[in-house]
């Protein structure tokens, strides 16, 4: 085990100021930082345990939206009266991931701030851009069924394995965080980033950066939404591809559309010109399949995870009819598209 030092503090401000070390990390829930110190892979000098915070309210806001606290569960975030009532994209994609013993315990804050599970990047006998800057990216060439298809750089074929972001990102979210030069908003769609030549870097928080709550707008498309996440098995599995759709219609005709895709990428993918493709648009399938073309234009095969493809145009047609039709996807429904 390699020694830290572990602090506990009560506010904000102080967990802000023991966190500015370039090699400190804030724990929450543990669910995924913990493990990655089990596998060395993240080697904090500076531990800054951050559950003493008063950040786990979820609660309204003046403009009409709700305000999600960093750290508040995953579980208590899905269940919540006014998330499943007025949000139920977010509630059902919360609950399409990990397990409810993980759920009770990772917090909205740690969800946005998990790394990937690309296989090379936990294996420290293996080369990887993300965990080692320079050495290279095993899974180029190498087993990537998992793997990237948008977005993806030669220097990293990493996907964001969230399911909570890729909803959070069709509803325009907005992150809330606080550090060392006070506090700011983040759009949700600039929060986490592309790989790049920086893949290391996650998303766009700055040395300190505390997420503190995460606001949701006042519209939450509650009757015209799903979240269909595919994957190879139904309990506890990371997607192979999701698709987060939230729709209006007015008069049978689509009035605004917004869709998220996971397991695809090194962030949640939107692309706002496909999405306007459907404005105006009665549902049909001709006109979701124009979408999805639009949607996956650019995508890449790496070889294992060419099939994703496909996968992909699929899924996204067969989001955008549940959605249209107000039958957001069922977690017992394990039918393959």
């Given at each position: ?21 370039e ?7 543990g ?7 089990k596998e060395?892979?993240?080697?904090p ?78 294996d ?17 060439g190498g ?15 990493a ?43 996650d998303?766009?928080?700055?040395p300190?950066e ?22 190879d ?7 192979l ?49 124009a ?22 145009r699929?899924?996204?047609v ?20």
């Amino acid at each position: 085990m390699i020694r830290f030092d572990y602090q506990r503090p009560d506010a904000t401000a102080e967990a802000v100021a023991a966190g500015r070390g370039e090699h400190a990390a804030y724990l929450a829930g543990g669910t995924n930082l913990v493990d990655l110190m089990k596998e060395n892979v993240a080697r904090p000098l500076q531990v800054v345990d951050i559950n003493r915070l008063p950040l786990k309210a979820i609660e309204a806001r003046e403009n009409g939206g709700l305000r999600l606290g960093a750290l508040a569960s995953n579980a208590d975030t899905a269940y919540h009266e006014e998330v499943q009532a007025r949000y139920p994209l977010l509630a059902s994609a919360i609950l399409a991931g990990a397990s409810p013993q993980l759920r009770n315990a990772a917090t909205n804050g740690g969800n946005l701030n998990q790394r990937t599970r690309c296989y090379y990047f936990y294996d420290t006998d293996t080369p990887c851009n993300k965990r080692n800057p320079g050495e290279g990216c095993g899974a180029i060439g190498g087993v990537n069924r998992i793997h990237a298809i948008l977005g993806a750089s030669d220097q990293c074929i990493a996907t964001h394995p969230s399911d909570m972001c890729v909803a959070l990102a069709a509803l325009e979210a907005e992150v809330q965080v606080s550090g060392p030069d006070g506090d700011r908003t983040i759009p949700f769609a600039d929060y986490h980033r592309l790989p790049g030549d920086e893949p290391w870097r996650d998303n766009t928080l700055r040395p300190g950066e505390l997420v503190t709550a995460i606001d949701l707008p006042a519209e939450g498309f509650a009757s015209n939404c799903t979240y269909l996440k595919l994957r190879d098995r139904l309990s506890y599995a990371f997607a192979l591809v999701s698709v987060a759709v939230a729709m209006k219609l007015e008069d049978g005709e689509i009035a605004e559309a917004r869709v998220a895709l996971g397991g695809v990428a090194h962030k949640p993918w939107r692309v706002p010109e496909a999405e306007q493709l459907l404005r105006g648009e009665r549902p049909g399938e001709d006109a979701f399949r124009a979408v999805a073309e639009a949607l996956l234009k650019g995508a890449v095969g790496q070889g294992e995870n060419d099939f994703k493809i496909g996968l992909a145009r699929r899924a996204i047609v067969r989001a955008l009819a549940q959605a249209a039709a107000g039958t957001p996807q069922s977690q017992t429904d394990k039918r393959i598209a």
